[in-house]
């Protein structure tokens, strides 16, 4: 991708980025998982991490969240260093959806949901109808209102994907970071999740998400970060970094790019033992051939 095209993405045209690594290195247990790593995350867009497992995308992800403290480097929001913010101010600026959370057992919609705000708290302020108004609207947004009175424990996974998400929406913050949002569901109710995810993209919020689904992250992203190797391999919109030769590099995938027949985005077709021809597949569609 070209210098300048990577430029256009990073300083977009919604605004100065939100969220950046500049030079962070993070490890576990004396092991280095991400090395030197400088990243920008775009306003206004969906941003999806992906790359082969254990390259470093969660990591990368919680990193950005402060959840882990880069040996090196520095993690920036809203032009400050993260590490010197405080925790609740940090919760008021940015939303975090874990990977598989777990909430306890008996705990309702509701109650789960108003926990988004306990960063708004303290001793002068006090919960109020604000609050209330705040956890309703985002009920409604992720069309889980009539859930509200049922346990958490007692819905499908789409639901209750979709009930995490309203806790993030309650803390008020218009940033917000995904790790494998669509984990342990099935086609359906991913894309009923991805589907609401983009919702909110359009309603002004810039999403970072990790996915592992490789069409499901080019069909709902307008920002790809490809990682291997604790490394960025290429950052852009799907139609600018999908390649053959990059799912090669990137996953050692033998694979074809063609159009999506339902989006304008690039559609991967996994090439296996079958040894599909190149010749079956119609031209037209074809954006890259392999050797």
Same mark, same amino acid.
């Given at each position: 991708?070209?210098?300048?095209?990577?430029?256009?993405?990073?300083?977009?045209?919604?605004?100065?980025?939100?969220?950046?690594?500049?030079?962070?290195s993070?490890?576990?247990?004396?092991?280095?998982?991400?090395?030197?790593?400088?990243?920008?995350? %775009? %306003?206004?867009?969906?941003?999806?991490?992906?790359g &082969?497992?254990g390259?470093?995308?969660?990591?990368?992800?919680?990193?950005?969240?402060?959840?882990?403290? &880069?040996?090196k480097?520095?993690?920036?929001?809203?032009?400050?260093?993260?590490?010197?913010?405080?925790?609740?101010?940090?919760?008021?600026?940015?939303?975090?959806?874990p990977?598989? &959370?777990?909430? &306890?057992?008996?705990?309702?919609?509701?109650?789960?949901?108003?926990?988004?705000?306990h960063?708004?708290?303290?001793?002068?302020?006090?919960?109020?109808?604000?609050?209330?108004?705040v956890?309703?609207?985002?009920?409604?947004?992720?069309?889980?209102?009539?859930l509200?009175?049922?346990?958490?424990?007692?819905?499908?996974g789409?639901?209750?994907?979709?009930?995490?998400?309203?806790?993030?929406?309650?803390?008020?913050?218009?940033?917000?970071?995904?790790?494998? %949002?669509?984990?342990?569901?099935?086609?359906?109710?991913?894309?009923?999740?991805?589907?609401?995810?983009?919702?909110?993209?359009?309603?002004?919020?810039?999403?970072?998400?990790?996915?592992?689904?490789?069409?499901?992250?080019?069909?709902?992203?307008?920002?790809?970060?490809?990682?291997?190797?604790?490394?960025?391999?290429?950052?852009?919109?799907?139609?600018?970094?999908?390649?053959?030769?990059?799912?090669?590099?990137?996953?050692?995938?033998?694979?074809?790019?063609?159009?999506?027949?339902?989006?304008?985005?690039?559609?991967?077709?996994?090439?296996?033992?079958?040894?599909?021809?190149?010749?079956?597949?119609?031209?037209?569609?074809?954006?890259?051939?392999?050797?």
């Amino acid at each position: 991708m070209s210098a300048e095209r990577i430029t256009e993405i990073e300083s977009g045209a919604q605004g100065s980025p939100r969220l950046a690594a500049q030079g962070v290195s993070v490890g576990y247990g004396g092991r280095s998982v991400i090395e030197d790593l400088d990243v920008t995350i %775009p %306003p206004g867009v969906i941003t999806t991490i992906i790359g &082969p497992n254990g390259c470093g995308k969660s990591t990368l992800l919680r990193t950005l969240t402060r959840l882990l403290k &880069p040996a090196k480097g520095a993690v920036v929001l809203d032009g400050e260093d993260i590490a010197g913010l405080r925790t609740r101010e940090v919760a008021k600026k940015l939303g975090l959806l874990p990977q598989a &959370p777990v909430a &306890p057992e008996g705990l309702t919609v509701a109650d789960l949901v108003a926990k988004g705000r306990h960063p708004h708290q303290s001793w002068l302020r006090q919960w109020s109808s604000d609050d209330a108004g705040v956890v309703e609207r985002a009920l409604a947004m992720t069309g889980v209102s009539e859930l509200a009175d049922r346990p958490v424990d007692s819905l499908s996974g789409g639901q209750r994907q979709r009930v995490w998400i309203s806790m993030a929406l309650a803390q008020g913050t218009d940033l917000l970071l995904l790790d494998e %949002p669509t984990t342990y569901l099935d086609l359906a109710h991913a894309i009923d999740v991805l589907d609401l995810v983009d919702d909110l993209h359009e309603s002004g919020r810039t999403v970072v998400m990790v996915l592992h689904d490789l069409n499901l992250a080019t069909r709902y992203s307008d920002n790809l970060i490809v990682m291997r190797a604790g490394s960025i391999l290429a950052q852009g919109h799907p139609r600018d970094v999908i390649t053959a030769e990059l799912l090669d590099e990137a996953f050692g995938l033998r694979a074809m790019v063609i159009d999506d027949p339902v989006g304008d985005r690039p559609l991967i077709v996994p090439i296996g033992r079958t040894h599909v021809r190149l010749e079956q597949v119609p031209r037209r569609n074809v954006q890259v051939r392999l050797g």
